[in-house]
């Protein structure tokens, strides 16, 4: 199970940090991921952590957001800083599940959170 | 960056009838595209991943196909509770670009 925390209500250049705790299973030991969905929008993959800690982002929000989790707490988190009005969104985590069929392994996300809700204005 | 295209964008259909919706990537994935299903104020939901393997608890009416660029989803049978958005996203590398949706309206 995940559940997501810390949205809110936030000005334009602005920070946040969301988190997503985890029970059922160790974060640190799969490939995390941060969606979001803007209003009226479809999915946007925002960002992913490895569970060897390498870390990527969309270019929407690169060099603003950081992916991170705390091992001891089984939390992801997602630190957002110089936030935007198009950042207004509800984020989810969600699990990444890393299957083996041969001859490659293939990656998707399982298991997800309700998600947060942050609006920036 | 791999762009991910749906189509068609919306369709209307009855209880009882078989759906297909398409996505295409802007280059070769292989086999790895997702398919989830989304309703409002809810959690995504995966229903295929590897391209056409239902993911567990899936009713079987729905199926994936396709490889390389071209992939398609079918609902047979469609229930009044899959009436909602679809999306395709590749997992091929990062960033795992999603499609822009299909929504399934009732007729």
């Known amino acids: 199970q995940l559940v997501e925390s810390g949205g809110d209500v936030v000005q334009p250049g602005g920070s946040l940090r969301l988190s997503c705790a985890a029970s059922?299973?160790?974060?640190?030991?799969?490939?995390m991921n941060w969606v979001r969905q803007a209003p009226g929008k479809g999915l946007e993959w925002v960002a992913h952590?490895?569970?060897?800690?390498?870390?990527y982002y969309a270019d929407s929000v690169k060099g603003r957001f950081i992916i991170s989790r705390d091992d001891s707490k089984n939390t992801l988190y997602l630190q957002m800083s110089s936030l935007r009005v198009d950042d207004t969104a509800i984020y989810y985590c969600?699990?990444?599940?890393?299957?083996?069929?041969?001859?490659?392994?293939?990656?998707?996300?399982?298991?997800w959170g309700k998600g947060t809700t942050v609006t920036v204005s | 960056d791999i762009q991910m295209t749906q189509s068609p964008s919306s369709l209307s259909a009855s209880v009882g009838d078989r759906v297909t919706i398409t996505c295409r990537a802007s280059?070769?994935?292989?086999?790895?595209l997702n398919w989830y299903q989304h309703k409002s104020g809810k959690a995504p939901k995966l229903l295929i991943y590897?391209?056409?393997s239902l993911q567990s608890g899936v009713p079987s009416r729905f199926s994936g196909s396709g490889s390389g660029t071209d992939f398609t989803l079918a609902i047979t049978n469609l229930q009044p509770e899959d009436f909602a958005t679809y999306y395709c996203?590749?997992?091929?590398?990062?960033?795992?670009?999603f499609g822009p949706g299909t929504k399934v309206e009732i007729k």
């Open positions: 969600a699990r990444d599940e890393q299957l083996w069929l041969a001859p490659y392994y293939f990656y998707h996300m399982d298991v």
């Open positions: 059922g299973f160790t974060v640190s030991s799969n490939y």
């Open positions: 952590i490895y569970a060897g800690g390498s870390t």
């Open positions: 280059q070769t994935i292989n086999r790895y």
């Open positions: 590897a391209a056409s």
């Open positions: 996203q590749h997992s091929y590398t990062p960033p795992r670009t």
